[in-house]
């Protein structure tokens, strides 16, 4: 009657006169499997799958230099023709795109920079050693030469 058993015979009847040793086997695996788990690391780092040849993430590198944050964000420059920037004309200009920029869907407002932005702040200490903590530009341009000269300093 042996020579008849098939494997799944003879499995069976191993894992039956051997349970308590497969039981603390299989107990043992998943233990090792649970353990291999926790060290398992998914950081996905999309820098490293661009092709750092290519003529666009070069220019990305050169803007992380100088900007930093990985230039992964916007930068408008805004250049006045004649003179700085520091004139009504141009302030309304930045102040305009500003407005214009922070209620796209895209923008992410939290981190929205811009000197007609209320997240602006110029910080002045007071002589008694307090600290003054107002708006740069905001929520109006500067409405006179005077006003227009602190900003600038």
């Known amino acids: 009657m042996s020579d008849n058993k098939t494997k799944l015979d003879r499995f069976s009847s191993f894992m039956v006169r051997h349970k308590l040793s497969v039981l603390l ?3 043992v695996a998943t233990g090792a499997v649970g353990f291999g788990i926790t060290k398992i690391k998914t950081n996905v780092i999309l820098q490293h ?19 930093g944050s990985g230039g992964s964000g916007v930068v408008i ?3 006045a023709k004649k003179g700085d ?13 500003t407005k214009e920029i922070v209620m796209w869907l895209e923008t992410y407002r939290l981190l929205t920079v811009s000197i007609a932005r209320n997240s602006v702040k110029v ?14 530009m905001f929520p109006e341009i ?12």
């Open 142 to 153: 500067p409405a006179n030469e005077q006003e227009m000269a602190l900003l600038k300093k």
């Open 123 to 136: 910080v002045n200490t007071l002589p008694n050693g307090e600290i003054y903590i107002d708006n740069l």
């Open 77 to 79: 420059v805004v250049n």
């Open 25 to 27: 086997l299989i107990l």
């Open 49 to 67: 799958m661009f092709p750092h040849d290519h003529p666009y993430l070069k220019l990305h590198a050169r803007f992380s230099q100088v900007f």
């Open 85 to 97: 920037m520091f004139n009504e004309k141009t302030l309304l200009k930045i102040k305009a795109m």
